[in-house]
């Protein structure tokens, strides 16, 4: 009796061992199921925080989107080819008011050189030089300066 106490203390003894080998895995699933639970609590926080990033940015994407049309709106209001013609005429307009004012005022010019040529013969004529005529000769002086002065502006 003793031989069969002691194969089934011996037998015991085996299931005891493999008893605390499997309470030791149970120990350690749970501490992987604790492990695990708790990175799924982080995962699911760092997830809550990315998708209220992704609201956010949705958010300041419809407000962009929204602006972007109304930009693309107001240029296409704009008439481009129409405002580039009048552009042009307004240009074409002006042009030829200084090609005529240019012409009027390199007429007046010649007319000027004209009258101050032939004052100045007159004088050379007449050997006598007066007070009149010599500030007649500087005011028609200081207009042919200013008439030059115009016409190198214009050119």
Same mark, same amino acid.
């Given at each position: 009796?003793?031989?069969?106490?002691?194969k089934e203390l011996a037998?015991?003894?085996?299931?005891?061992?493999?008893?605390?080998?499997?309470?030791?895995?149970?120990?350690?699933?749970?501490?992987?199921?604790?492990?695990?639970?708790?990175?799924? =609590?982080?995962? +699911?926080? *760092?997830? @809550?925080?990315?998708?209220?990033? #992704? $609201?956010?940015?949705?958010?300041?994407?419809?407000?962009?989107?929204?602006?972007?049309?109304g930009l693309v709106e107001?240029?296409?209001?704009?008439?481009?080819?129409?405002?580039?013609?009048?552009?042009?005429?307004?240009?074409?307009?002006?042009?030829?008011?200084? =090609?005529?004012? +240019?012409? *009027?005022? @390199?007429?007046?010019?010649?007319? #000027? $050189?004209?009258?101050?040529?032939?004052?100045?013969?007159?004088?050379?004529?007449?050997?006598?030089?007066?007070?009149?005529?010599?500030?007649?000769?500087?005011?028609?002086?200081?207009?042919?300066?200013?008439?030059?002065?115009?016409?190198?502006?214009?050119?």
């Amino acid at each position: 009796m003793k031989e069969q106490i002691h194969k089934e203390l011996a037998a015991l003894q085996q299931e005891l061992s493999t008893l605390a080998e499997r309470a030791k895995q149970i120990e350690s699933a749970k501490e992987i199921a604790i492990n695990s639970a708790k990175s799924g =609590q982080e995962l +699911q926080k *760092k997830y @809550e925080e990315q998708l209220i990033e #992704i $609201k956010n940015m949705t958010g300041q994407f419809q407000l962009l989107s929204q602006r972007s049309l109304g930009l693309v709106e107001r240029i296409d209001k704009i008439n481009f080819p129409e405002r580039l013609d009048k552009i042009d005429a307004s240009i074409v307009t002006i042009t030829s008011g200084l =090609q005529f004012v +240019q012409q *009027k005022l @390199e007429n007046t010019n010649r007319g #000027i $050189k004209d009258e101050f040529k032939e004052a100045r013969r007159e004088i050379a004529n007449h050997g006598e030089t007066s007070i009149g005529h010599m500030k007649t000769i500087k005011i028609i002086l200081i207009i042919l300066g200013i008439i030059n002065l115009l016409v190198m502006i214009f050119k």
